[in-house]
């Protein structure tokens, strides 16, 4: 339990309040919002926890699809600045003539 609400707990209790009763009345509140929220978002069906897990999968792919790209794209640009760099040293030792008159 949070410090404020452990806080006001105690000033209830010194007021006269039993502290089961307002545990109870905790819960309940708790639960309605909770409830409240669900029924906000769409998720109050007998689907709900399926739909969560499907979107969970759904982000997940997108994840590894962002990853694979990032590597692809890595790989490609290290293949690339490899091949230039061969290139280059072909020029400079003389293995391939250049296009100059």
Partial sequence: ???????LLAQAEAQ???RVTLQAVIEE???????RALARL???DDHAGADIG??????QGWRDVKKSA????VGWAVRSAVAL???GIAFKLGLV???RP
């Fill in 1 to 7: 339990m949070s410090t404020i609400l452990e806080g």
């Fill in 16 to 18: 006269g309040a039993a």
């Fill in 29 to 35: 509140a708790a639960e309605a919002g909770a409830a």
């Fill in 42 to 44: 769409g998720l109050t």
């Fill in 54 to 59: 499907e979107l969970r999968q759904l982000v």
């Fill in 70 to 73: 990032l590597k692809s794209l």
């Fill in 85 to 87: 760099l061969l290139v």
């Fill in 97 to 99: 003539e250049g296009g």
